[in-house]
């Protein structure tokens, strides 16, 4: 039935997007991130609905949308680098076989990230794609989040919709995923057009924030304890009772300690200890090899080039004897460690080129919601009283990535991709509504000017000469 459901679900998706081809671009979006044909076992695997849903929401978008205010901002073009650059290293890359593999799946979230702003022109469709993504995570989330309250996580133990450690269902990722999705359901809730926000909007928005604040709990992923404190941190630039914010939080956390299991404390309690954590010191030991890899390949060795290190690192090795316990330090060799760092991997990968494009993609980004957020902060009266806001829920979800991507690979992530379409597409709208008004405005003074003129040439008195 579940296989049934989906594939008959998938089919009302795509069979809508005749009338309104938009809803292409939405239906990829929910198969990419909740990948169906993996939850099913006979009628969705069958048909390449990803392949159907991707090359119909550029039909769509070809045919139907209008291409005269289309704007192609630099961002996009750092993006088109990324994606040539990328193209490159795989055809050289130290492991040819698996390069092609990853391959596979990033160029699609590279074009799709790229497509994306062209369809995103009105608040109505950006807000349709904010509310699709919140969705779809919201699905595996909830998921998630009632096993966990129900006593079924833990590290490695958490089963979500499909058995396959990879893209969003790694748990590290849901985690990061999850808290930075947080500050777009607050925005849901506060300024949601195709959803009214009425109290049983805020209702499920609240509840759906607390299973995403399950979710580092269920995984025990160390990653997502850090991007809740540092969204904590971020809102208060927003909060405006800041002593209650603080102690709010002060007092969630402790009303929460008693419920949390002891295995998660003891996964926690290995952050500031990484000598005495092997996946830790893994990561230390691959970064260092990293950099001195790239020193000698500054245009990087291709996706998975991790798999050539080969390093030796120095772990604890307790004996208990009876009462005693003793600790002997003994060295371990490792090889093919994975990054375990968006940073190291898109430096190993695509060398200094790549690495640099890839950041200056998310500082720009950074930056323009910024920009954004103070423009339109102080118009909570005006039509444009939702940019600011959103412009800020964008902003803290990037930087909550680039936290929880400094301790996971995920480079390439294709929900993060779909951050980073949204910011340049509510870039480019501001920047047309501005442009639109400049213009009104100056045809407005040029109105008011001839009229001016008109007045004062009607109001001369005229001279008469008299005949000789």
Not at 233 to 255: F, H, M, S
Not at 330 to 349: I, P, T, W
Not at 397 to 418: E, M, T
């Amino acid at each position: 039935m579940i296989d049934l459901a989906l594939f008959a679900f998938v089919m009302a998706f795509l069979a809508l997007g005749i009338a309104r081809p938009f809803l292409w671009v939405l239906a990829y979006i929910y198969i990419d991130i909740l990948a169906p044909q993996k939850i099913g076992w006979t009628l969705t695997p069958a048909l390449p609905i990803s392949l159907i849903a991707f090359c119909a929401a550029f039909a769509g978008w070809l045919l139907t949308d209008p291409k005269n205010e289309t704007r192609f901002h630099y961002r996009q073009g750092l993006m088109v680098f990324l994606l040539l650059y990328c193209f490159a290293t795989t055809q050289t890359a130290d492991f040819p076989v698996e390069a092609a593999t990853k391959w596979e799946w990033v160029w699609k979230a590279l074009v799709f990230a790229i497509f994306l702003p062209f369809t995103l022109t009105t608040r109505t469709r950006i807000e349709a794609v904010i509310l699709t993504i919140v969705l779809t995570v919201g699905a595996i989330v909830i998921s998630a989040g009632m096993k966990t309250a129900l006593g079924g996580g833990g590290y490695g133990s958490l089963y979500f919709f499909v058995n396959d450690n990879s893209n969003i269902y790694e748990s590290s990722t849901l985690a990061t995923v999850a808290i930075g999705m947080t500050p777009l359901i607050a925005w849901l809730m506060k300024y949601g057009r195709v959803f009214p926000p009425d109290w049983r909007v805020k209702l499920f928005g609240v509840c759906l924030i607390f299973a995403c604040l399950l979710i580092p709990v269920g995984t025990e992923a160390r990653t997502g304890l850090l991007c809740i404190a540092v969204l904590g941190v971020l809102l208060l630039r927003t909060v405006k009772n800041r002593i209650a914010y603080i102690a709010g939080a002060a007092a969630l956390g402790l009303v929460a300690l008693p419920f949390l299991p002891a295995s998660y404390w003891e996964r926690m309690s290995t952050i500031t200890e990484h000598g005495g954590d092997q996946s830790a010191s893994t990561r230390v030991a691959v970064w260092e090899w990293t950099i001195d890899y790239v020193s000698e390949n500054p245009f990087g060795g291709g996706f998975d080039a991790y798999r050539g290190n080969s390093f030796k690192y120095i772990m604890p090795e307790r004996t208990e004897e009876g009462s005693s316990v003793s600790v002997e330090y003994v060295e371990v060799e490792d090889k093919g460690r994975a990054y375990h760092s968006s940073y190291f991997e898109l430096l190993g990968e695509q060398g200094y080129p790549g690495f640099i494009a890839w950041i200056m993609l998310q500082l720009t980004g950074l930056w323009q919601m910024e920009r954004l957020r103070r423009r339109y902060r102080t118009r909570d009266g005006s039509e444009e009283r939702w940019i600011g806001p959103l412009a800020a829920g964008l902003q803290n979800a990037h930087i909550v990535y680039l936290v929880g991507a400094a301790f996971q690979g995920i480079g390439y992530q294709p929900v993060v991709f779909l951050f980073l379409g949204l910011q340049i597409a509510l870039w480019t709208y501001c920047a047309k509504r501005e442009s639109l008004a400049s213009d009104d405005s100056s045809e407005r003074s040029r109105t008011r000017r001839k009229r001016r003129g008109a007045r004062t040439s009607s109001s001369k008195p005229v001279r008469e000469t008299a005949m000789p």
